[in-house]
Every structure is written in structure tokens, then in C-alpha cells.
Nanobody
Framework: QVQLVESGGGLVQAGGSLRLSCAASGRTFSMNVMGWFRQVPGKEREFVAAITWRGGRTNYADSVKGRFTISRDNAKSTVYLQMNSLKPEDTALYYC????????????WGQGTQVTVSS
């Protein structure tokens, strides 16, 4: 089993920055990709960014390209999401997720951390 714990959310003014962290524990070797997703009440969860544990290959949603940066620290089994130039529309509950090497689907999810951007 893999467990994920997010931290770093909070309230920030538009134009500000936040860094989210996702600490993974357990059978992390079974996961090949880590992703960040976000969800607003009444809307579907949307993809934000992803990174491979090996190689650090990244992928971003168009809405965050150039503003958000995903990174990982393999030694700490931790993934980060640096969010700059935040906008009110970035307000959401942000989730960390781990994609299984076996199923190639995001099987494990964290509890979420709230990000609120005021205008």
C-alpha cells in the first residue's frame, strides 16, 4: 500500500505563491508517476501536473503552464507543486495522486489540501 499526505495549502492574494508538498510512504516503488489534481465544488476533478519518479519527465495542464512547477525529491519520496502568479480561478481543493506501474491508473489519492486565492 502507498499513503500520500499533502500539505502547504492556504489563503493567498492574487499574484502570490504557494508550494504544496506530497509525502509518499509505503510501497512507493510500485508507483511510476505522481500527479496533482484539483477540484472545485460542483465541478469534475481536473488534472494539473504530473512527474515521473524516474527521469523527472513533467506534464502540465495548459491553464497552469508557465506558472506552476512540479518537482520531486526521490530521497524524501516527496513531490512538490510550486504555484506562482496565482489567480482566483486557481482556488480549489488540491489532491496528490500516485499512478500504479501495474495498472497505469491513479490508484492512490491523498486527502487534499485547500488553496484559496483572493482577488
Amino acid at each position: 500500500q502507498v499513503q500520500l499526505v499533502e500539505s502547504g495549502g492556504g489563503l493567498v492574494q492574487a499574484g502570490g505563491s504557494l508550494r504544496l508538498s506530497c509525502a509518499a510512504s509505503g510501497r512507493t516503488f510500485s508507483m511510476n508517476v505522481m500527479g496533482w489534481f484539483r477540484q472545485v465544488p460542483g465541478k469534475e476533478r481536473e488534472f494539473v501536473a504530473a512527474i515521473t519518479w524516474r527521469g523527472g519527465r513533467t506534464n502540465y495542464a495548459d491553464s497552469v503552464k508557465g506558472r506552476f512547477t512540479i518537482s520531486r525529491d526521490n530521497a524524501k519520496s516527496t513531490v512538490y507543486l510550486q504555484m506562482n502568479s496565482l489567480k482566483p480561478e486557481d482556488t480549489a481543493l488540491y489532491y496528490c495522486a500516485a499512478r500504479s506501474s501495474a495498472t497505469q491508473s491513479y490508484d492512490v489519492w491523498g486527502q487534499g489540501t485547500q488553496v484559496t486565492v483572493s482577488s
